[in-house]
T-cell receptor, first 112, second 110 residues
């Protein structure tokens, strides 16, 4: 049963701490997306990768956010330092090019 | 401003009623996808429409892609409580980004 796996599912951290979220895309998919979902803004695209190369990260605050794909089975999203306004659900999704995007269950981040 | 505007933002109806959700843009999309998201889960794809004017049916759900490929609609016939959820449209825009609309939250009351 192929699925996108995200860890952790929940994270509560204090302002100023580093947060790392991980995603294992579906094997064989060459496109990975990171989205942030809030009630106010909906689903915002933060970054996406094609064949492990970052294609667009214009939606990401550059000063504190970074996204990488160290290998084809792992994508990471880091926030350093975290702020309360970063509280949201972060979704990773993978796809074969721009066909159906399969989403993970998300990481619910709370920064206090 | 969202590239894809969805309306309405929220819809509450009784079981058995019909509903329509709209997804509009000033941009042309090569394809448009509809997803449904339930609480605590990620969005799940319902359908992809590719051709202008295309109509696809999925049981009681009917999806239509506008002739100019700038807009789409989702119509649910005889809605059931199991149809409750957040409905999202998404399109592939310039730069190959999969961009989502703001979503329509649907509540079907028994």
């Amino acid at each position: 049963d192929a699925r996108v796996t995200q860890t952790p599912r929940h994270k509560v951290t204090e302002m100023g701490q580093e947060v790392t979220m991980r995603c294992q895309p579906i094997l064989g998919h060459n496109t990975v997306f990171w989205y942030r979902q809030t009630m106010m803004q909906g689903l915002e695209l933060l970054a996406y990768f094609r064949n492990r190369a970052p294609l667009d990260d214009s939606g990401m605050p550059k000063d504190r956010f970074s996204a990488e794909m160290p290998d084809a089975t792992l994508a990471t999203l880091k926030i350093q330092p975290s702020e309360p306004r970063d509280s949201a659900v972060y979704f990773c999704a993978s796809a074969l090019y721009n066909t159906e995007a399969f989403f993970g269950q998300g990481t619910r981040l709370t920064v206090v | 401003t969202q590239l894809l505007e969805q309306s309405p933002q929220f819809l509450s109806i009784q079981e058995g009623e019909n509903l329509t959700v709209y997804c509009n843009s000033s941009s042309v999309f090569s394809s448009l996808q509809w997803y449904r998201q339930e609480p605590g889960e990620g969005p799940v794809l319902l359908v992809t429409v590719v051709t202008g004017g295309e109509v696809k049916k999925l049981k009681r759900l009917t999806f239509q892609f506008g002739d100019a490929r700038k807009d789409s609609s989702l119509h649910i016939t005889a809605a059931q409580p199991g149809d409750t959820g957040l409905y999202l449209c998404a399109g592939v825009a310039a730069g190959n980004k999969l961009t989502f609309g703001g979503g329509t939250r649907v509540l079907v009351k028994p």
